[in-house]
């Protein structure tokens, strides 16, 4: 079983930045793909970012491309996600999330049915 655990969310006026932090803990024998998903109010959640601690490879949505980054720490245990440039419409609850990757895998994806360890979330306000 892994934990999750997110921290650094916030509220920043637009233009602004903040890092968010994942910290897994618990058995982990191999890669994880971790994700950063989002929900505001009224909407659908959807994948902001992805990055496999294995490959090092990381994706991201249209709509943060150029402004968020997504990282890991040595271990591969933490990721971080850099958002810069903030705009109100990024304001959401921001969750983290995880699955063991595939041997083979090199590109984790956003899909949010592959994703089975999940944080409790942390709340990032922009205001205008």
């Known amino acids: 079983q892994v934990q999750l655990v997110e921290s650094g969310g916030g509220s920043v006026q637009a233009g602004g930045s903040l890092r968010l932090s994942c910290a897994a803990s618990g058995y982990i024998p191999g890669a994880l793909c971790f994700a950063w998903f989002r929900q505001a109010p009224g909407k659908e959640r959807e994948g902001v970012a992805s990055i496999n601690t294995g490959t090092g490879i990381t994706g991201y949505a249209d709509s943060v491309q150029g402004r968020f980054t997504i990282s890991q720490d040595n271990a591969g245990n933490t990721v971080f996600l850099q958002m810069n440039s903030l705009k109100p419409e990024d304001t959401a609850m921001y969750y983290c999330?995880?699955?063991?990757?595939?041997?083979?895998?090199?590109?984790?994806?956003?899909?949010?049915?592959?994703?089975?360890?999940w944080g409790q979330g942390t709340q990032v306000t922009v205001s205008s």
């Open positions: 999330a995880a699955y063991f990757a595939g041997f083979n895998m090199r590109r984790c994806g956003t899909t949010i049915s592959f994703y089975n360890y």
